[in-house]
């Protein structure tokens, strides 16, 4: 099965700041990665696929890069209904594996 | 607008079975796969299987195999998860998520089911 290692599992920050997380994975995965940002008690939400791609509806300060093995995903400018948690997903080869998540709280 | 409706919460006894099920609505079901996944408290997500409406193909995870059983009624575009053999490890989130046409990603989810494992 593909890894996905996840970092860092949680992170503070202010309205305002740029925010990366990050997502290694174990493999190489052809950019077959997507994120989901997830609200307490809520299902997951798509915000990105093929790494960079926004999802329809999605506000254009996330995006998504990859560096080798690495896949970021960056907020520029973050709101207040940015702060969540967020997952990676790698879809390149079944079982589809997650990262541990990224808890983002309000500094 | 595209929506999964689930199923209420379940509290299952150790050994026993749960279904279920995952109504689809204001798309095409049969062009769509449907992927069940699911979240242990304050866990990450985890990856059940997926089935493919238009033919009842299915695909496991390898973990679920000989416990999972994934089906699909086209007449009432309704998915339904079987889980048997209930532990308490598998109290958690149950969702139903629409397979992106594109790639193997989720663009759409349901609201999720809350599955009990407990004596």
């Known amino acids: 099965d593909i890894q996905m290692t996840q970092s860092p599992s949680s992170l503070s920050a202010s309205v305002g700041d740029r925010v990366t997380i990050t997502c290694r994975a174990s493999?190489?995965?052809?950019?077959?990665l997507a994120w989901y940002q997830q609200k307490p008690g809520k299902a997951p939400y798509l915000l990105l696929y093929d790494t960079s791609r926004l999802q329809s509806g999605v506000p254009i300060r996330f995006s998504g890069s990859r560096s080798g093995t690495d896949y970021t995903l960056t907020i520029s400018g973050l709101q207040p209904e940015d702060f969540a948690t967020f997952y990676c997903q790698q879809y390149y080869i079944k079982p589809i594996t997650f990262g541990q998540g990224t808890r983002l709280e309000m500094k | 607008q595209v929506q999964l409706l689930q199923s209420g919460a379940e509290v299952k006894n150790p050994g026993a079975s749960v279904k279920v099920s995952c109504k689809a609505s204001?798309?095409?079901?049969?062009?769509?796969?449907i992927s069940w996944l699911r979240q242990a408290p304050g866990q990450g997500l985890e990856w059940l299987g997926w089935?493919?409406?238009?033919?009842?193909?299915?695909n496991y995870a390898q973990k679920f195999q000989g416990r999972v059983t994934m089906t699909t009624d086209t007449s009432t575009t309704t998915a339904y998860m079987d889980l048997r053999s209930l532990r308490s490890d598998d109290t958690a989130v149950y969702f139903c998520?629409?397979?992106?046409?594109?790639?193997?990603?989720?663009?759409?989810w349901g609201q999720g089911t809350l599955v009990t494992v407990s004596s």
């Open positions: 998520a629409r397979v992106s046409t594109h790639g193997f990603y989720f663009d759409f």
């Open positions: 493999q190489g995965i052809s950019d077959s």
């Open positions: 089935i493919t409406p238009y033919n009842g193909n299915t």
């Open positions: 204001d798309y095409t079901f049969s062009r769509f796969g």
